[in-house]
């Protein structure tokens, strides 16, 4: 485990933070609210999704569902529309699963303890300590994608196949504990630059997964048939008419959606659940 110096480690601060004041993306809208909730949406939101793209769903979302207790009350069908666009629907149902065990359990209060949260759906280690950090102001390491881009070049010059476990470490020692909210929005914005200049140092990653296509994939044949659903119940065939899909695409992406619990079949219909 590499240990830096309390030198090395104040210098790295002041450039991340340097950046921010000069370039921050403090504009964004869920940096502008304390709210557990709000900020829950964005996390989940920003998980396999673009800035760009969230900003305006993010609004959109929180002015149909402004807090736990609206989404809970909420139909599937009437959240995923308004996610629709947005992609990785299953995002949505696990937002919506979330917002009722919170209702139910909680009292409508997002828990603030990390071993609650990481046991709500679509909520792992990683959207945990984010929700911490800019929920509650908690100190708490973790990686994502921007993260990782400072991390590697600012440590791990000329490396290849560096590990989130060489990383880590090296996140917990530089975190500012004392503004771990700051902090990490300072971290993000400089990676996005990074990531601007560079081309991305996070490829050097071990875990850099380049996405496939998504014109043509089986990701957006599933959106496609969501989109038709939600508009009215249809059979097979009406489906493979009206998304140009045949049997061979259309019935594997029916049982994944099935599976993922965002629709169902009746009688030799399928429906948003």
Known sequence: MRILTKRRIASFQRIVYDHYERDGRKSLPWRKTRDPYSILVSEVMLQQTQVPRVVGKYREFITNFPDFASLARAPLRSVLSVWSGLGYNRRAKHLHETARIVVREYGGWLPRDFARLITLPGIGKATASAVSAFAFNEPLPFIETNIRAVFIHSFFDGEIGITDAEILPLVEQTLDRSRPRAWYNALMDFGVTLKRLYGNPARRSAHHVKQGR??????????????????????????????GLDSSRLGPNLSRLAKEGLIAERRGRYSVR
Do not use: V, Y
């Open 214 to 243: 998504f014109e043509g994939s089986d990701r957006q044949a599933r959106g496609l048939i969501l989109r038709m659903l939600l508009a009215r119940s249809m059979s097979e065939g009406e489906l493979s008419k009206a998304t």
